[in-house]
């Protein structure tokens, strides 16, 4: 028989673990809290308008709660639970509620000096000149630097961008990697002739570069031209990502799609209210239109032109709208540069990772007006006055590491001043941009007769294309009113076909793209889709 004390012992030890349990469920309730809403309490604005949102799911207090606050509340603040796949969410959740790996401060410091002199040498020069500057957001250049060499980790050889005009300077000379007096010379009288028939405005202009990551790897940047209005040049960046991979023949499997990497960026105003990009991210899943998702920015300065958030959109960021689809919403405060870092390694790896579109809200502020020109103060006098008081982000940044930028920014100064006087000695604007190789074989000028080639068909072609369009699989069951469509399109091989053929157009162009694509026709379910293909194939 066991002792007595014994069995009280035992007796005592069982709640112990039921005890156990219940804290454990405790702690997830919790979490789940704080994963769900926690971005509601985020410190994401660097000016402090954005307020953290009161939440009664979030009215939790302890030691649980404040180690969950840390992870979700932070200057990073994650809108994910609404992801179907719970490996996504699993993923996403894992890698907040870790430590964040280590960054290179020096070389973060280095970017924000080089990204905020380039504007202030370009405001001092050419006072008065519409540049659209990033300034108040410029730790999207360290963001772009953490994208790629993630992007590079997994296999990237590409990068397609595209963006408005709004940092566009900035995004050539740093992540384009075009020299500043190239960029510059758009600021100087050149000649005139030298740009016409192909001229635009500075900032809507496109441009090619190769960048080199951090390992050394190199990647080509296509900095797609965007003719103003901001979005319209969304569809025309995933068209040419579309046509890039299909000219790797390797299909659309994940080591393929990761070749060649989408990167969009969006004010938040035209996020919010413009509808192309919506339409545009519709397309992400659809077998014939995926290019392995897309790393979408929104360049985000909490202002449209005049108008603030609370007057622009309904929602409470602009990036909610993206809700809409499977994709995850990373928001993140641009004044803390370490935290941005680490947001552009997790949605370049979450892309790499899954195949999916991923958004991330870059919140900062515009430390001009709309443009250099307008004068902010007459129609937002209290936001640009604590705008004007406040200090450039690699002055904040070095006060909170320690770091001495002096000798950098000595350097950098010197060196954009420098591009500035080379861009002033040059007599033509130059090509920002150059066409991929596999073009080369493409010459412009006038037409001449011996490009004449014969493109006419064969009657025994013509029958054999035809064939192809009206043969019906063994035992398919063909609707009777198609029946009647495939006879008369059998007819397309008679001599007294050819002889209608101008009045056939729609029949001889099935037959043109049957010959072109080796008698394998493929079927879109609208005609406008087959129409549009063509234009989503240009690389």
Known sequence: ??????????????????????????????????????????????????????SADLDLSGETADEARRYYCGTIGVDFMHLAQPERRRWIAERMEAEPAAVDQQKILERLVRADLFEQVLQARYLGTKRFSLEGNTSLIPMLDAILDTAGGHGAVESVMAMSHRGRLNVMVHTACKTPHEVVAGFEDVDPRS????????????????????????????????????????????????????????????????????????????????????????????????????????????????????????????????????????????????????VGRMAAEYRATFGSEVVVDLIGYRRHGHSEVDDP????????????????????????????PSATIGAVRAEYETEQVKAGQLKKIPHLRQLPNYWSAFHRGAFKPEYEVETGLSLETLAQITDALVRVPEGFHVHPKIVKLLEQRAEMASAQWITALPKRWRSARSCKRARRSDLRVRIRSEERLINATPCWLIP
């Open 195 to 342: 740009v016409l028939g192909a001229g635009d405005v500075k900032y809507h202009v496109g441009a090619t570069g190769t960048y080199v990551t951090t390992t050394g790897k190199e990647i080509e940047i296509h900095l797609v031209s965007n003719p103003s209005h901001l979005e319209a040049v969304d569809p025309v960046a995933m068209g040419r990502v579309r046509a890039k991979l299909t000219r790797f023949e390797g299909g659309f499997d994940r080591d393929v799609t990761n070749k060649v990497v989408p990167i969009i960026m969006h004010g938040d105003a035209a996020f919010a209210g413009q509808g192309i990009w919506a339409e545009t991210m519709n397309l992400a899943d659809l077998d014939a239109y995926t290019v392995g998702g897309s790393i979408h920015i929104i360049v985000n300065n909490l202002i449209g032109f005049t108008t603030r958030p609370i007057q622009e959109h309904s929602s409470r960021f602009a990036a909610d709208l993206a809700k809409r689809q499977n994709i995850p919403i990373f928001h993140v405060n641009a004044e803390d540069p370490e935290a941005v870092v680490r």
């Open 1 to 54: 028989m066991a002792h007595r004390t014994t069995l009280e012992a035992e007796r005592a030890a069982k709640p112990a673990k039921s005890q156990k349990k219940s804290v454990n469920v405790e702690r997830e309730r919790i979490f789940e809290a704080f994963r769900r809403w926690g971005y509601l309490q985020a410190d994401l604005d660097p000016l402090g308008f954005l307020k953290p949102l009161e």
């Open 377 to 404: 103060t007459i129609t937002q006098p209290l936001l640009y006055e604590k705008i004007k008081a406040h200090p450039p982000l690699w002055k904040i940044y070095a006060e909170r590491t320690g770091i001495n």
